[in-house]
């Protein structure tokens, strides 16, 4: 039988982006998986998915409303996923949020729930350029 090695991100299911980037009219920034090699993509910046197949975190997010979502984020397995329409204002999606925080244990420690809100946009930092890699001696084995 032959030998079949697996990339890092089929264990963890946490693709890593390399240097290169792709900002796309889609508001998508596209990049290359460090581990697999395949092409990858994100929207917030804080997960990376494959670029070739249906999103289903991402079209929830742009087919509907405000929602926020209990993620194991060890797992990378959505729990439960609330829509806070129903609220009249910030204030009561705020209680709302300690509510799910208090319900779910959150806060106790050894806890790997998180809890996201999909109005939560990262602020636009001016980004630096990667640092140039050093160059190996000749003659010398390349490493990745």
Do not use: N
């Given at each position: ?17 390399t ?32 670029a ?26 959505v ?66």
């Open positions: 039988m032959p030998y079949v090695a697996l990339s890092q991100c089929w264990f963890t299911r946490a693709h890593q982006p240097a290169w980037r792709a900002h796309e009219d889609d508001g998508g920034i596209y990049s290359i998986c460090r581990h697999c090699g395949r092409r990858i993509v994100t929207w917030g910046r804080h997960r990376w998915s494959i070739d197949g249906l999103d289903v975190a991402h079209l929830a997010e742009t087919a509907t409303g405000r929602f926020l979502t209990v993620l194991d984020s060890a797992d990378e397995f729990v439960r996923r609330f829509t806070v329409d129903h609220l009249p204002d910030e204030a009561a999606i705020e209680a709302f949020k300690l509510e799910l925080r208090e319900r779910y244990g959150m806060d106790e420690p050894g806890s790997d729930l998180t809890l996201l809100d999909s109005a939560d946009k990262k602020v636009q930092r001016p980004r630096k350029a990667p640092p140039m890699a050093a160059r190996a001696a000749p003659g010398t084995p390349r490493t990745a």
